[in-house]
């Protein structure tokens, strides 16, 4: 059985629970070890603001957590693992967002392209930042499967909500994945410095009137 202290190996709809629910890592823990949780990602958020992907090493995330470098290795087994969950929780965020909101527009291709234009403009206001999270997405392995699945099961979500329907058919969840794919896809390329913001817009804005107009919206 898993302790508080070891790895997080929920299912992906066990770990956005424990997320949503300020839970993390397990329900079995206690405040002090969730608080240092918090701070081990929360370190190793700012290490990726100051300087990027290369910046976020494992003994200067202990150090800026103030914890031991032990105590991170408990927790992620890998950097790439730990920006894995820095970005659920970011994409988390986004999602929240618009969790209780009227989203604008009059078909689901036009409020999915107002969703993700807003959450696409957040990434030049850190880019050190989201270019480290996306290619810790890139990069992730086997040890981040839980973190990576949950990401799907997210923006699957999200995404639904934003097409307004209470129960997503095939066709649908389909839509949603391929739109969910080539935005990732594009983010990729952002990161690489092949294309723009507005460039990774372009082409999702290609993709979503694409995949949504044999769906009639």
Known sequence: MSTAEEPLTAGRDGLLSLLRHGQLPSRAAKAPQRERYQRIVAAAMELASEGGYD?????????RAGVALGTVYRYFPSKNHMLVMGLLMVFEGMRARFEDVVIPGDTPSERILFVLRKNTEVLEKDRPRYEALVRAFMFADASASAE????????????AK?????KISDD???AIRVIGDVWMSSLVSWVAGRISVD???????LA???VFRRLGG
């Open 208 to 210: 979503v009137r694409l």
């Open 162 to 166: 934003t097409i307004g329907v209470e």
């Open 172 to 174: 649908q969840l389909n």
């Open 55 to 63: 910046a976020v090493q494992m003994r200067a995330i202990a150090d």
């Open 199 to 205: 460039e990774v817009m372009s082409h999702l804005t």
């Open 148 to 159: 990576l699945d949950a990401f799907g099961a997210l923006m699957t979500e999200m995404f």
